[in-house]
């Protein structure tokens, strides 16, 4: 093992430029003092430092014995050779310790386990994506020292991460450059070679990828620079001469990149509410990792639950990622929401085999996938005592096929990008709309019915005519249908040859358009209920809210054998249809929905109270959709130990982006423009965001009763209930009456 030792000589720094500090406004800034070694892990999520490509955790320069560092590359993944608790499933490699420092004053080696801790404060600065550290210590033998740092993953070159360090001390004191390769187990081949300025590592993962880490430290008066370049492989640019130009330009320019290239992503991507500050901090948080998890350069990797921020759920990519992450992306970086829908359609052939598997046809998308696009779920879980328990999740939640059509769909819809209909949305919609047409069974009673299935409510398995999937795989049928008529009136012959390639024929058609007319999905149109899959109705009528508090997780408080039988879900798969479908659902049937289930629900799932939040807000419960608002942000910046200690959860912050804009926002994307219907708790003062209708700009504030909107092309609009209006460029404002929003005036020039 070679490593690289730089002396860093504690002089004074008046000849060089003062060390950069974190903006100084506490919105924009998320703070912790000291060190508790219980949230060590939960704080090295909250501060990680990613930009869709590369991933660091926040982890300590010099670590503890409390630290998890890791450093992951999207796309990259190897499989282990051994797995103590699930069988070889292939997971994100972590790479090596880049930020890795050692201490040393006088001769000894300083860290937080020994001396006196003076002081010890790490800032995130969500504004400019920037973690920043400062770390006062004294040794027993009375040496003390003053260490600052910043390290950001860069947004201007997704190839480079850059730490830069200072240290002062009254002693003799020296930084180490320690890089330690510690996971040994999931590479086949580790390379690390010592060049001049640098150090090479290249890493071979088993049955997986390949990343190459070329590594630079530069010592200078009291300071330390480190860059990092990275590759993925032989399409991407090799990373030493990445580290090249990097080196050329040098830490400070690349943090000026950095930093504007965040000032562009704010702007498009802001949400900003008034009079709830720890709210609006919340909500910055959930955009800053949000931004930090797209890449929109490649289509090889998707979005894994937990981002680039931690180990969990081994990077897999869900469902998650295409209904609660994509439609952000949709409205505020079009370009990485076509990325990831690259991703799916470059997988698409592997959705196709897995449906041949089952004995079906068109395309089934993994529960789970990785880089190929395979289906990775694990068969089962072991317990300690060896105890295997099954997984059903990659056997009955099917809906992921509609899930990956419905983001697909609205991409198109909000874009306006026809060259990807024709190039790639619509042969998912179609191959999904195929695989419902052969997934269904015509009953007795002359409807189509699905059965064995599992719905977003992971408490109720194997059941029929779940609401959820019935009706998002009906949707998924008539959209399917409306692109054909579109891809022929864009392109006849284009739409001949997709015709011909996928083998469609006249009477495949019309099966679709029969089994979406006939697909039952359990609706009540006088109680105006949807049952959540057939027989929820005869179950226990036991409500989650008279349990225990909520959150909860079902199988610890009703009970493993219990649970199955009873009315309380893990999250409401009903609300979950009301939310995505608004056109489906009338406000007063998402009105009698969410009255009855919402009681029902123990929210054991993260993406649950952002979706309740979303669907209050429309249904004009304000006081309820802002709890749940809350629940929704704090579920990883909240006082739970260890919630977050394997990564941040990106579906809950998709979800709070959307809670906040579709639900109080009432942003609804209809077919030649948007509907807005603003509605704000009485805690909010204000509500402000953007989004990107057709390539142009759109942006909303509502303050009290004003509704401003700015509108940078021209662009369909619709107030409440009122009709679609043509909107020019300008500003135009609008205010709220008795019977609902007043007409929009221009008051303002484009």
């Known amino acids: 093992?070679?490593?690289?030792?730089?002396?860093?000589?504690?002089?004074?720094?008046?000849?060089?430029?003062?060390?950069?500090?974190?903006?100084?406004?506490?919105?924009?800034?998320?703070?912790?003092?000291?060190?508790?070694?219980?949230?060590?892990?939960?704080?090295?999520?909250?501060?990680?430092?990613?930009?869709?490509?590369?991933?660091?955790?926040?982890?300590?320069?010099?670590?503890?014995?409390?630290?998890?560092?890791?450093?992951?590359?999207?796309?990259?993944?190897?499989?282990?050779?051994?797995?103590?608790?699930?069988?070889?499933?292939?997971?994100?490699?972590?790479?090596?310790?880049?930020?890795?420092?050692?201490?040393?004053?006088?001769?000894?080696?300083?860290?937080?386990e020994r001396g006196d801790l003076l002081e010890l404060r790490r800032v995130l600065d969500l504004r400019h994506g920037i973690l920043f550290r400062t770390w006062r210590h004294r040794l027993p033998s009375g040496a003390g020292m003053t260490f600052r740092s910043a390290r950001f993953a860069s947004l201007a070159d997704r190839a480079i991460l850059v730490l830069m360090a200072e240290l002062e001390s009254e002693h003799p004191a020296r930084l180490t450059t320690h890089?330690?390769?510690?996971?040994?187990?999931?590479?086949?081949?580790?390379?690390?070679?010592?060049?001049?300025?640098?150090?090479?590592?290249?890493?071979?993962?088993?049955?997986?990828?390949?990343?190459?880490?070329?590594?630079?430290?530069?010592?200078?008066?009291?300071?330390?620079?480190?860059?990092?370049?990275?590759?993925?492989?032989?399409?991407?640019?090799?990373?030493?001469?990445?580290?090249?130009?990097?080196?050329?330009?040098?830490?400070?320019?690349?943090?000026?990149?950095?930093?504007?290239?965040?000032?562009?992503?704010?702007?498009?991507?802001?949400?900003?509410?008034?009079?709830?500050?720890?709210?609006?901090?919340?909500?910055?948080?959930?955009?800053?990792?949000?931004?930090?998890?797209?890449?929109?350069?490649?289509?090889?990797?998707?979005?894994?639950?937990?981002?680039?921020?931690?180990?969990?759920?081994?990077?897999?990519v869900f469902w998650d990622t295409d209904v609660f992450v994509v439609p952000f992306y949709i409205f505020t970086d079009p370009t990485v929401a076509r990325a990831l829908l690259a991703y799916r359609y470059r997988t698409l052939p592997e959705a196709k085999k897995k449906a041949a598997q089952f004995g079906y046809r068109g395309a089934l998308y993994p529960w789970e996938s990785a880089d190929t696009g395979q289906e990775v779920t694990p068969p089962y879980v072991s317990l300690n005592d060896g105890t295997r328990i099954p997984v059903l999740t990659a056997l009955q939640q099917h809906h992921i096929s509609a899930d990956v059509a419905w983001a697909t769909y609205l991409y198109w819809r909000v874009t306006g990008d026809d060259t990807f209909l024709e190039e790639m949305g619509a042969e998912i919609l179609l191959e999904t709309a195929r695989f419902w047409a052969s997934r269904v069974t015509l009953g007795p009673d002359g409807r189509y019915h699905i059965h064995g299935i599992m719905g977003p409510d992971e408490y109720h398995s194997n059941v029929s005519?779940?609401?959820?999937?019935?009706?998002?795989?009906?949707?998924?049928?008539?959209?399917?249908?409306?692109?054909?008529?579109?891809?022929?009136?864009?392109?006849?012959?284009?739409?001949?040859?997709?015709?011909?390639?996928?083998?469609?024929?006249?009477?495949?058609?019309?099966?679709?358009?029969?089994?979406?007319?006939?697909?039952?999905?359990?609706?009540?149109?006088?109680?105006?209920?949807y049952e959540q899959f057939a027989g929820f109705f005869d179950l226990e009528d036991l409500r989650a809210v008279d349990v225990a508090p909520r959150p909860f997780a079902g199988e610890l408080a009703v009970g493993i054998t219990?649970?199955?039988?009873?009315?309380?879900?893990?999250?409401?798969?009903?609300?979950?249809?009301?939310?995505?479908?608004?056109?489906?659902?009338?406000?007063?049937?998402?009105?009698?929905?969410?009255?009855?289930?919402?009681?029902?629900?123990?929210?054991?799932?993260?993406?649950?109270?952002?979706?309740?939040?979303?669907?209050?807000?429309?249904?004009?419960?304000?006081?309820?959709?802002l709890d749940y608002f809350r629940m929704a942000a704090g579920f990883d910046l909240g006082g739970r130990i260890g919630i977050a200690a394997d990564g941040v959860h990106l579906a809950t912050m998709g979800g709070l982006w959307q809670a906040a804009v579709m639900g109080f926002g009432g942003l609804q994307a209809e077919s030649e423009g948007v509907r807005i219907d603003p509605r704000l708790p009485s805690e909010w003062d204000r509500l402000a965001f953007s989004i990107r209708w057709r390539g142009a700009r759109l942006g909303i504030e509502v303050e009290g009763?004003?509704?401003?909107?700015?509108?940078?092309?021209?662009?369909?609009?619709?107030?409440?209930?009122?009709?679609?209006?043509?909107?020019?460029?300008?500003?135009?404002?609008?205010?709220?009456?008795?019977?609902?929003?007043?007409?929009?005036?221009?008051?303002?020039?484009?």
């Not at 939960?42 to 430092?49: H, I, R």
């Not at 948080?285 to 979005?303: Q, V």
């Open 1 to 112: 093992m070679k490593s690289e030792q730089d002396t860093v000589n504690p002089a004074v720094l008046d000849a060089i430029e003062p060390f950069p500090q974190p903006v100084d406004d506490p919105a924009w800034l998320i703070t912790v003092e000291g060190f508790d070694h219980r949230r060590e892990k939960d704080y090295e999520s909250w501060f990680t430092v990613a930009n869709g490509r590369l991933g660091t955790r926040g982890s300590l320069e010099e670590l503890t014995s409390h630290s998890s560092p890791a450093t992951y590359v999207a796309g990259v993944y190897a499989t282990p050779e051994e797995a103590a608790l699930v069988p070889e499933v292939p997971e994100l490699i972590a790479g090596p310790d880049w930020a890795r420092l050692e201490f040393h004053l006088g001769g000894e080696r300083a860290n937080l």
């Open 179 to 316: 890089i330690p390769l510690t996971y040994t187990t999931l590479y086949e081949r580790l390379e690390m070679e010592q060049q001049s300025g640098w150090v090479n590592i290249n890493l071979q993962g088993r049955k997986g990828g390949r990343a190459s880490f070329a590594i630079s430290s530069e010592a200078r008066e009291g300071r330390l620079d480190r860059i990092v370049a990275v590759s993925r492989g032989p399409d991407e640019r090799n990373a030493s001469d990445v580290l090249s130009a990097a080196r050329r330009k040098g830490a400070g320019s690349l943090m000026e990149e950095h930093c504007r290239a965040w000032t562009t992503r704010w702007g498009d991507s802001d949400v900003v509410i008034g009079g709830d500050p720890e709210t609006q901090r919340a909500m910055r948080f959930a955009l800053y990792h949000l931004m930090s998890s797209g890449d929109p350069e490649s289509d090889l990797a998707s979005i894994g639950a937990r981002g680039l921020t931690g180990p969990g759920y081994r990077g897999h």
């Open 465 to 529: 005519d779940n609401a959820y999937t019935n009706a998002l795989a009906r949707w998924n049928l008539e959209r399917a249908l409306e692109v054909l008529d579109v891809l022929h009136e864009l392109n006849e012959e284009s739409s001949r040859r997709l015709a011909e390639r996928l083998k469609l024929r006249k009477s495949e058609i019309q099966h679709w358009r029969a089994v979406a007319n006939g697909l039952f999905d359990g609706f009540d149109p006088d109680t105006l209920l």
């Open 562 to 625: 219990r649970l199955p039988l009873c009315q309380v879900t893990k999250q409401s798969d009903v609300l979950m249809l009301a939310h995505m479908l608004p056109d489906a659902v009338s406000p007063a049937a998402a009105h009698a929905n969410y009255r009855y289930y919402e009681p029902r629900s123990s929210h054991g799932s993260s993406l649950s109270p952002a979706i309740h939040a979303s669907v209050a807000a429309r249904t004009n419960d304000l006081a309820s959709a």
């Open 705 to 750: 009763k004003s509704l401003s909107l700015n509108v940078e092309a021209q662009t369909g609009v619709a107030l409440g209930g009122q009709p679609l209006r043509l909107l020019g460029p300008g500003s135009y404002e609008a205010r709220r009456e008795e019977n609902g929003w007043g007409s929009l005036q221009k008051t303002g020039a484009g």
